[in-house]
């Protein structure tokens, strides 16, 4: 197990910022921490990485707990901070051979030079950092965190405050590091969980509101699968009903009808033989899904505790 949290809780006075929540990571999984602001992500991440201590609770880095052995943590984690804090007045490589002087890395050099290959930074490698727009400053940080070749590696909203082109390089370049690492990046927004995960936690209020694979998140959530579909000439009731794995009809017209089934079933195969065989010309047809959005905002909004 890559990490293991077990009834984590952090009070800040009488507040408490996350309140007793458990998740396992396994080796070479990309989660997603999502949540609204407030949720308790920073908290969480702050706990994991032995920069706070928590109230109550534990959690362990591969094998090894933040709370005794912190040091044998760090060793294994990289951590890019919220705010991403930067020097400066540092130039691009010199800031991290700087941080690989702090691991007290054996190459030096040759690390920090693969790290600026594979974060995308080999023509702003001698500029100074201060002069690096947002979406640059985030590799930094990124090779930074990757440097001493850590187990996992944590990202607190890598990509808040990025323009849309930015965004997508940074979420391509997350996904690219996350195919070779166990990952951990929280976030607000639904899509980015969608495009680069395995698995999503959802924390809302300091509790975990859903831990699952994307896909069974959604169906979980989903209830009865909805197929919308239109033909060119009308269609009774009745013979729709009859469709293999069809539960209800619900007519939009005479032409036009949306069908429930359960997630388990495709009806759509049997509903494209019907047309066939009644000489129907099918104009439309699409399943329904709910969005990660959807999802996270019927979850977080109506008080659904994890399974
Ligand atoms: N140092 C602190 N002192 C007091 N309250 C804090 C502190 N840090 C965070 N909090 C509170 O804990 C809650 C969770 O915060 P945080 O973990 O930063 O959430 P997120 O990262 O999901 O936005 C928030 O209500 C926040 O105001
Ligand atoms: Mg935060």
Do not use: W
């Not at 984590?8 to 396992?24: H, P, W």
């Not at 010199?94 to 007290?104: P, S, T």
Request: glycine share 8%; proline share 5%.
């Amino acid at each position: 197990m890559s990490v293991q949290v077990d009834n984590l809780t952090k009070i800040y006075g009488s507040q408490k910022a996350v309140d007793g929540i458990s998740f396992k990571v396994e080796p070479g999984q990309v989660l997603g921490f999502l949540g609204p602001n407030g949720a308790g992500k920073t908290t969480t991440m702050k706990i994991l990485t032995g920069y706070i201590p928590a109230t109550s609770g534990s959690a362990t880095v591969a094998g090894f707990s933040v709370d005794t052995h912190p040091e044998e943590v760090r060793r294994r984690i990289g951590y890019l901070p919220e705010h991403n804090p930067l020097y400066k007045d540092m130039y691009v490589r010199e800031y991290l051979l700087f941080v690989a002087g702090l691991h007290k890395l054996p190459q030096p050099q040759k690390r920090v030079a693969e790290m600026i290959e594979l974060t995308g930074l080999t023509r702003e490698q001698h500029k100074h950092i201060g002069a690096l727009s947002k979406g640059y400053r985030q590799r930094v940080g990124l090779a930074q965190a990757m440097l001493h070749d850590p187990e996992v590696l944590i990202l607190d909203e890598p990509t808040t405050g990025l323009d849309p082109n930015q965004l997508i390089e940074i979420r391509q370049l997350i996904k690219h590091i996350g195919a070779a690492i166990t990952l951990i990046f929280s976030t607000h927004i639904m899509q980015e969980v969608q495009a680069i995960c395995d698995r999503v936690l959802i924390i809302n209020n300091g509790k975990l509101v859903a831990d699952d694979p994307i896909g069974r998140l959604q169906e979980r959530l989903a209830g009865d699968v909805i197929v919308t579909v239109a033909f060119a000439q009308a269609v009774p009731v009745a013979q729709l009903q009859r469709i293999t794995g069809v539960k209800q009809v619900k007519a939009l017209g005479d032409r036009k009808f949306q069908l429930s089934a359960s997630p388990a079933t495709d009806i759509r195969p049997a509903v494209f033989s019907f047309a066939v065989n009644n000489q129907q010309v099918l104009l439309e047809m699409h399943q329904e899904t709910f969005s990660v959005e959807e999802v996270f905002q019927r979850l977080t909004q109506s008080g659904v505790t994890a399974p």
